[in-house]
């Protein structure tokens, strides 16, 4: 798979055409309106892997690094191997799937890098794009304005601007990933009309970044414009007075350190402007998360859980149940806890430390080796701007769980590192001699299955999804007998694990039976539905011991739900 001739695509169409296409390819991922099921992020996911499939038929791909490829398999590895013995293939399979597509979507970057600004800049003008219509989606949502849209957005409470992410910081890291193209594009297109465009992109971009009241996005927006000032003064340093009027790459350093006052000023104003009462970006800074539901205190929680299995963790997928059946000294986040908020300690608590030191310092040595603060080359400093936002946002949520950014954070990958010299792409020649393995098939034969994967995935999430729908909102084949016909999916098992629990009556005949099924679904989800199914059931079992301890975890995790379980209320939302 090295850099060969564009594909057949460029020879149909204009190079603006192809370049409009790959980048709508880049945008459509952030932008995509497709909700449905019990999975948030499913359909969203697999319509990335779809442009991704798409990608790779139209931009030339190349190799990147084998460090990418070793950082890539050891992740891979570690998923399988440090799974749970409660899980199936379905907790552990879907993460494979999504390294395999980041290591193609290296690929695709690494093809980007090697075919020049003309060809990477699909990711800055696809980044850009996503940015500002979910910018204007953003203010929209913010006022109150975006019911008219639906369902092509969403209509969230007044004052909550997230785009088609639904979810604030997200949105920002888009928002700030935005940024940094537009910087790129500014640096590559000296012409004077661009450059005002561009001007008026970044100001919107900057509202829309206020509007989210990110504190992640905040700290990107400092980055980015320490980091952008910097490099504009080292570019004007040295130059002599009588080249004053040289067109510089960036803006002055102190224009753009001006964006930051202009940030504040206009989340000052924003919530002045809003219909109603709203918690601006001001007072998100001076209040913080309110209660417990701070990160100290989840951290806190995290470290408890490293602290019993520091070695190989509680398994992948485990942290939701480890945080329910644990009992910490001191306070307790009081959510189910099902992500750490921190990569290094997701990979932890769910793996173990010397997973997480491989990992996360393997990805450092890489940064390290490569010396980001040397750059020069306009295209590199893009990606390492735009994976330096993901990478910051990695710290304080999980970005990296979601389609788009596993999109941009592979194409990244590839950007910044691609096999290096000719020798690769003729020892790949050599290798390769045969007609059907030659670079252009395999990256077809790449995309080909991946839509095979997403066909599949999206047939049996369809499929599954029929029980969390009323009966006459069901495809025909599945208005009977849903459940019985849901069981067959093995790749959503647990999904309908979760359903046929939740729908089920325990009984003395079934008891056993679904005593068995709460344990493996609290597993999945330890919510108080499931923990409630797990005590009638040891009950009727005769296990009180074993009933008490859970009632106990129950009043320890969720006291207002089970206050209402003891008053015989609802503990939570329908059943599916």
Known sequence: MTSRAAPAEAAALSPKAVGALRAGLVAFPFLCPLVAGPSVQAWQLLATWVCLAAMLLAVPVAVPARGIWAWLGAGAAAVVLFSSPHATAAAWLPAVVVLAAMAAAACVGAGMARGGPAVSGALAVGVLAAGLVSAVLGLLQYYGLAEPLVPWTTTPALGQAYGNLRQRNQFATLISMALVAALWIHAVQPSARIRRWLAAAALLLLVAAAASTSRTGLLQLLSIVGVAAFIARRERRGVPAEHAGTLFSLPPPLVLLAMVPVYFAIAWLLPQLAAGEVEGMMQRLQEGAPGDHTRMILWRNVLSLIAAHPLAGWGWGELAFAHYSTLYDGPRFPEILDNAHNLPLHLAVEMGIP??????????????????????????LMAWGMLGAIALHSLLEYPLWYGPFQLVFGLCLGMLWPALGTATASSLRQRFKARWLEPPVLSSIAAAVLMAVVGCAAWDYIRISQIYLPRDERLPAYEDGTLAKAKKSWLFARQVDFAELTLTAVTPANAAAMHSLAERTLHFSPEPRV????????????QGEAARDQAERFRIAFPAEYERWLKGLPVDGQAP
């Open 355 to 380: 997973v997480s030191v491989l990992v996360c310092g393997g990805f450092l040595w890489m940064v390290m080796a490569a010396r980001p603060w040397r750059e020069r080359d306009p295209v590199r």
């Open 531 to 542: 923990i409630v199914k797990l005590i009638e059931s040891a009950e009727l079992m005769g």
